[in-house]
């Protein structure tokens, strides 16, 4: 039997140490099924610097790399996998641009989030940006998924 239906797309979200201090997981999480993904694993960890080098290695040497791995494993951050069609770009529109002072209102980063003077920029979530980036992450942080 020929089998056409293709496995949904992934894309992996965190939700920073911002968003957990800041007590929005719950709304993070929200958002993403409101919208309609489905989510499809889900863990909380204190991410070490080995995982996080690995999940940002293409922002090695840039002015902010080390200040984002310092405010990365500054407190717990959740990880999960949503899924669902065309998931990467649709939560990369739910999460709105990485400048939360000029992200869209409505999205999570601007309603959620403003500048607060530190030298990397809080924005609450990281999303995926493409199928290859989707998959390498999903490796990072769910080995075996
Ligand atoms: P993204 O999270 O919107 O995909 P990236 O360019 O991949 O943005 O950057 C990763 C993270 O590094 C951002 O979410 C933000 O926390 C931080 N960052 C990116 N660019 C800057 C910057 O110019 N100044 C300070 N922090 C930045
Ligand atoms: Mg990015």
């Not at 989510?39 to 991410?47: G, T, V």
């Amino acid at each position: 039997m020929t089998n056409t239906a293709s496995s949904p797309q992934r894309t992996l979200v965190l939700i920073k140490p911002d968003g957990v201090r800041r007590g929005l997981v719950g709304e993070v999480i929200s958002r993403i099924e409101k919208k309609g993904y489905s989510i499809s694993a889900l863990r909380m960890l204190n991410a070490d610097r080995n995982l996080l080098e690995e999940h940002y290695a293409e922002h090695k040497g840039k002015p902010f790399y080390e200040p984002l791995l310092e405010f990365m494993t500054s407190g717990p951050i959740v990880a999960l996998i949503a899924q669902g069609e065309r998931v990467i770009e649709g939560f990369r529109s739910l999460a709105g641009t990485t400048d939360p002072t000029v992200a869209a209102p409505g999205s999570i980063r601007g309603d959620l989030a403003r500048d607060q003077g530190t030298r990397v920029v809080q924005n609450i979530v990281h999303g995926s940006d493409s199928v290859e980036s989707a998959e390498r992450e999903i490796r990072i942080f769910f080995p075996g998924l």
